[in-house]
Structures are given as C-alpha cells and as structure tokens.
C-alpha cells in the first residue's frame, strides 16, 4: 500500500482499492447518483488504475436510473434502486465488483428522504449487498463522505475476499 495504515481520506482509499484489486486481479467499477462521479474520478486516478477499472455509470437523473440500469419504478433512494444499480452496472461494464451510491445530499430532502440519507449497493461476483448511512454537513461534505464511505467498502469487499 502506498499510504499509511492510518489514512483513511478518500485519495488514500483508492490508492488502497487499486492496490487490492491490482494484486487480486479483480475488475471493479461504480454507479453514482448523488456523488456525481466522485468516486471515479478518484479512482481513475489512482495507480494502474486501466489494469483494473473498469469505469462508472453516472445515472443521475431518475430516468437514467430506470431506462439504463433497470431501476424499479418507485423510489430511486433505497435498498432496491442500489442494489439494482451495482449488479445492472456489473452486467453492462463486466465487472467483479461495483460499489453503487444513490441518496439525498441536500439541502432538502428526496424521495421522502432527509437529506444526508445515503444507500450503498455493494455487487461482489454474484452477490449483493445494501448499507444505509446518514451522513450531516453541507451537501460537498455528504458527497465527499459518501466517497469515502464507498471506497472503504470497495477495499473491506476486496481485502476479505
């Protein structure tokens, strides 16, 4: 790894998940709503990161979420909307692993949402999971949190592996 243990700032993150997926030969990618693509930026970034990156999909708006990722009619803030979007973003980038992000940043809410509301949908060859975070603070700091949030989450899949 090439920065400290310690360093737990969203740069320093991807620098861990290039790490990891460079030496697990995994193929990662993202879909991002709220962040904007936050989290791809940092990981294209990242060292080696055209060995394994696969991209982003960037489905901000609602029908972007439901024509090209599939996303259920309904809420676009949920479990359901994320976890469709990590594994619809896996099929169509043919990735191992997706970290998908979709919330409320604010100022005010979505979806019935209060703002700071985030869910994660984590696709990890097959099988996904969902993690719902409330995060405080102006909506750059929801969307630098949730980055970092996602980047953790990316390296704790790919590290238990």
Not at 6 to 20: C, G, H, I, Q, Y
Not at 65 to 94: C, E, F, N, W
Request: proline share 6%; aromatic share 4%.
């Amino acid at each position: 790894m090439t920065s400290a243990p310690d360093d737990d700032t969203p740069s320093s993150l991807a620098e861990k998940v290039a790490d990891l997926a460079a030496s697990s030969g995994r193929q990662v990618a993202t879909a991002e709503s709220l962040t904007g693509g936050r989290i791809s930026c940092l990981l294209g970034a990242a060292p080696n990161s055209s060995a394994w990156f696969r991209g982003s999909i960037v489905a901000y708006s609602r029908e972007v979420k439901h024509q090209l990722l599939q996303v259920p009619p309904g809420p676009v803030v949920s479990a359901d909307s994320a976890a469709t979007m990590a594994a619809s973003t896996a099929r169509l980038l043919g990735a191992d692993t997706v970290i998908a992000v979709t919330g409320a940043a604010g100022p005010g809410a979505h979806d019935g949402q209060d703002p700071g509301t985030v869910w994660f949908g984590l696709y990890d060859r097959g099988t996904v999971t969902t993690q719902m975070k409330t995060f405080a603070g102006h909506p750059d700091d929801v969307v630098e949190t949730t980055a970092g949030h996602a980047l953790d989450m990316l390296a704790h899949c790919i590290a238990d592996e």
